[in-house]
């Protein structure tokens, strides 16, 4: 009965690959979002996705596509990976206009 | 850079002692919260207080805001080695986004 759950928990590739992290979240909300963790905890919002609509989008680089299919999945695909790609990804929900939000477990990407 | 800033980054204290954190943010928010990272896992939500709040308790954690110094703290009162953790605070400055604004965190580690 796990809340946000994330897929792969642990994603190690080389440079130039593309590679992909699942998340899915099944307490009914319907905003979901990605963060980014560095290797100095620094955490930052990356994407934002209402009802499946773009909301949020930090100006991440093209190389990184947030993909939603429905209310309770945001996968996040990445190409071309680089090595500055390397940290725990996670993922987060809540319910629109309510500020407490509900992380995954993360993903460690280690690029090599 | 909209990080917001929190102190110390890491702070060793006994069983049984008390631990302070402290949170300084930069723009004027709706809430701020604070959330909890135990080591290679997730953010837990921990508290949330709004603007127009000076002080919320929940169980052994009392949190206080302080507007006018953009500034809140944590106080974990009989801390317990299972409260050995990183504690982030997180701002919401309300809007259209739901977007939280993570601070540096503070990895406190109580010894038994």
Redesign the interface.
């Known amino acids: 009965d796990t809340a946000v759950s994330q897929t792969p928990k642990y994603l190690v590739t080389q440079m130039g690959n593309d590679k992909s992290i699942k998340c899915e979240q099944n307490l009914g909300h319907d905003t979901m979002y990605w963060y980014k963790q560095d290797s100095k905890k620094f955490l930052k919002i990356m994407f934002s996705y209402n009802n499946k609509e773009l909301i949020i989008n930090e100006t991440v680089p093209n190389r990184f596509s947030p993909k939603s299919p429905d209310k309770a999945h945001l996968n996040l695909h990445i190409n071309s990976l680089e090595l500055g790609d390397s940290a725990v990804y996670f993922c987060a929900s809540s319910l629109w206009g309510e500020d407490t939000q509900y992380f995954g477990p993360g993903t460690r990407l280690t690029v090599l | 850079s909209q990080?917001g800033e929190e102190d110390p980054q890491a702070l060793s204290i006994q069983e049984g002692e008390n631990a302070t954190m402290n949170c300084s943010y930069k723009t004027s928010i709706?809430?701020l919260?604070w959330?909890r990272q135990n080591s290679?896992?997730?953010?837990?939500?921990l508290i949330?207080i709004r603007s127009n709040e000076r002080e919320k308790h929940s169980g052994r954690l009392r949190v206080t805001l302080d507007t006018s110094k953009k500034s809140s703290s944590l106080l974990i009162t009989a801390s317990r080695a299972a409260d050995t953790a990183?504690y982030?605070c997180a701002t919401?400055g309300g809007g259209?986004?739901?977007?939280?604004?993570?601070g540096?965190?503070t990895l406190l580690a109580v010894q038994p």
Not at chain 2, 40 to 45: A, F, P, T
């Open positions: 990080q709706n809430n919260q959330y290679g896992r997730g953010l837990v939500h949330l990183s982030f919401a259209a986004t739901n977007k939280l604004i993570f540096t965190g």
